[in-house]
């Protein structure tokens, strides 16, 4: 069968959910199949992350990326005009290789990955196949573990509390249905405690609920009362994700908790996130030291790593020498997958096959300034991750990627497995 071939690549500005420009590719084949995608971006960013291109100056807010959406339409349409669209890594290598820098700087990571996404889409398309199917083949049946924000945080919320994002997962979910269906109540179950406890109804820039705390404990201990109060039994049937991020405000060892008006060193840290494993159920944690901390990384994961699930953002930024390396340190056990913090999809693939290798686990992950696209929903589930981070259970760019995953378990039907049980060793209720 003839390979389809990249006819045309075109982009366009859209807008993402913070109002903000971002860059759509759309790419047809020869055959006349079709694909498109939009990228994302991210509010709290790692330094080694892949830079994407913004046009500064007074437009937007500097934010305008007509540069980005210039270079799709000009270089990268015209180097990949003719190519195989079935060879991902050889479209992704071009990019690379047409951008010429480290970091994605020159085209921007914007306006490669927008073009590495919508060649997948597009090749699904000609196959006649879901996107995650055509990743992952006829295997490619694992609902993800979803990790749901109940609380934002941190550079998501003003900075109104230190820790970025209060999350839950249900280990005691049987399906990928039911986790969302247990998420909703616990939402539900959250607002209702904040406005009994007089907080304005808001939410922040992921979706969940605006933090209204004195102390970061306080949103620990309304997370295990809205679990409660929703009829679940905390730590069996539902559990806790922190997302520290601690990058946002540590340096050089050192960790400014803005809320409680006190510093820690990283021993201090890591013992204030210790003390919180032992009163809460707690089951995974982000980011728990900053990116420039890897000794206290991995002082923390020899200390928790047996017990909880610990994931490195900032500090792996989704590059598989970084993971490699971490590996080598003992650092995290786990890596957030975040195809923007890289540019191409392959170079994200990388990142996950280089975890699987050091036994690392994986969760593809949303950013804060998300749109409509699903793309990540195929790739946790055509690459097998097993865990999805999506932000909360409300405003519709979230709701798009977890309404996308119940239609793959519908259509998957009796093939459909989910990760649940699997992820942190619970059994189903």
């Known amino acids: ?82 190519g195989r669209a079935d060879d991902q890594a050889a479209i992704d290598a071009r990019l690379i290789a047409l951008d010429g820098t480290p970091n994605k700087s020159r085209l921007g990571a914007n306006a490669t990955l927008s073009v590495s996404m919508a060649v997948a889409h597009a090749l699904a398309a000609s196959r006649q196949l879901p996107l995650y199917e055509s990743l992952g083949g006829p295997a490619a049946t694992l609902l993800p573990m979803p990790q749901i924000q109940i609380f934002g945080g941190g550079a998501h919320a003003g900075r109104r509390v230190d820790i970025q994002d209060f999350l839950i997962v249900c280990p005691g979910a049987g399906s990928f249905r039911e986790a969302l269906e247990w998420t909703a109540e616990v939402y539900r179950s959250a607002g209702e405690l904040m406005a009994a406890r007089g907080s304005r109804a808001g939410v922040a820039d992921e979706g969940g609920w605006w933090p209204d705390f004195t102390a970061n404990e306080q949103a620990l201990e309304a997370l295990v009362a809205a679990i409660e109060k929703a009829g679940f039994v905390p730590g069996e049937q539902v559990a806790i994700v922190l997302d520290v991020a601690a990058s946002e405000f540590g340096r ?93 999809l392959t170079e994200t693939l990388q990142a996950w096959e280089a975890a699987q290798a050091v036994g690392y686990a994986g969760i593809v992950s949303a950013r804060s300034g998300e749109s409509e696209d699903t793309t990540i929903v195929h790739l946790a589930i055509g690459w097998g991750t097993g865990q999805l981070k999506v932000g909360s259970f409300a405003r519709s760019e979230r709701m798009a990627k977890w309404n996308e995953a119940l239609r793959i378990e519908e259509r998957l039907g009796a093939r459909a497995r989910f990760a649940g049980a699997r992820v942190f060793g619970r059994s189903p209720a």
């Open 1 to 82: 069968m003839k390979s389809p071939t990249i006819r045309s690549v075109h982009a366009r500005r859209v807008w993402d959910s913070r109002g903000r420009p971002t860059v759509e590719a759309e790419v047809t084949l020869d055959d006349g199949a079709v694909g498109s995608a939009i990228v994302p971006a991210g509010a709290s960013r790692g330094s080694r992350e892949a830079i994407e291109l913004r046009d500064a100056g007074a437009r937007f807010g500097g934010f305008d990326v007509l540069q980005a959406v210039a270079n799709v339409n000009g270089e990268i349409a015209s180097a990949l005009a003719g």
């Open 252 to 344: 050089n060892g050192r960790y400014r908790l803005g809320l409680e008006s006190r510093e820690l060193d990283s021993d201090g840290m890591i013992e204030l996130l210790l003390r919180w494993m032992d009163r809460y159920p707690i089951v995974s944690i982000e980011d728990p030291l900053a990116e420039d901390d890897p000794e206290g990384f991995a002082r923390f994961t020899r200390a928790a790593g047996r017990r909880i699930q610990v994931i490195g953002d900032d500090f792996l930024v989704s590059h598989a020498p970084r993971v490699r390396e971490a590996a080598t340190l003992g650092a995290a056990n786990a890596v957030l997958l975040k195809p923007n913090q890289r540019g191409t």
